[in-house]
């Protein structure tokens, strides 16, 4: 078992930054791939990005776009996912999420989850 927290997420103005930051305790939790979803009111949840254990990442060209990065420190156990230049349209919960390897979209084939955290940013 993984469990996860996130933490960070905040009310902020157009333009401005948060850093969430995502704990993972139990298992081993450098051999894990960490996720970052986010979900607005009324939408489906979507992919944000992922990193690997050793670093690598992989973003949503859609949501990134250059203004979010995703960093860990694995003696943390703490997966960063730094929001720049935010805009109203980024109001989300944002979720971490792990598996065991590689990197998908797909919510379904993530297998652990924390609880989210609300970034809502105003115009």
């Known amino acids: 078992q993984v469990q996860l927290v996130e933490s960070g997420g905040g009310l902020v103005q157009a333009g401005g930054s948060l850093r969430l930051s995502c704990v993972a305790s139990?298992?081993?939790?450098?051999?894990?791939?960490t996720g970052w979803f986010r979900q607005a009111p009324g939408k489906e949840r979507e992919f944000v990005g992922a990193?690997?254990?050793?670093?690598?990442?992989?973003y949503s060209t859609d949501s990134a776009k250059g203004r979010f990065t995703i960093s860990r420190d694995n003696a943390k156990n703490t997966v960063y996912l730094h929001l720049n230049s935010l805009k109203p349209e980024d109001t989300a919960v944002y979720y971490c999420?792990?598996?065991?390897?590689?990197?998908?979209?797909?919510?379904?084939?993530?297998?652990?989850w924390g609880q989210g955290t609300q970034v809502t940013v105003s115009s």
């Open positions: 139990g298992r081993t939790f450098r051999w894990y791939v």
């Open positions: 990193i690997t254990w050793s670093g690598d990442t992989t």
């Open positions: 999420a792990t598996r065991s390897k590689g990197v998908v979209s797909d919510t379904r084939d993530w297998e652990y």
